[in-house]
């Protein structure tokens, strides 16, 4: 038997502003982090794709948030 957490993500497109305000979207903190240094060339190719795809979901929430 595994006591492992089951997580799950729902992805809401263009929600409500009133949906916004009961999620509490305004009061959630800003994640941060110390910078990291990784040797890239020492990662296998797989490292590099998962990392253009971070970069490219970077991009892609960045585009579509609106700052308030």
Do not use: C, D
């Amino acid at each position: 038997m595994s006591n492992q957490a089951t997580t799950t993500i729902q992805i809401e497109h263009q929600p409500s502003e009133a949906r916004l305000q009961e999620l509490g979207v305004k009061r959630w903190p800003i994640w941060s982090k110390e910078v990291s240094v990784f040797p890239w060339t020492a990662l296998p190719t797989s490292w590099y794709k998962m990392y253009n795809q971070i970069q490219y979901l970077r991009w892609w929430v960045t585009t579509r948030i609106k700052t308030y």
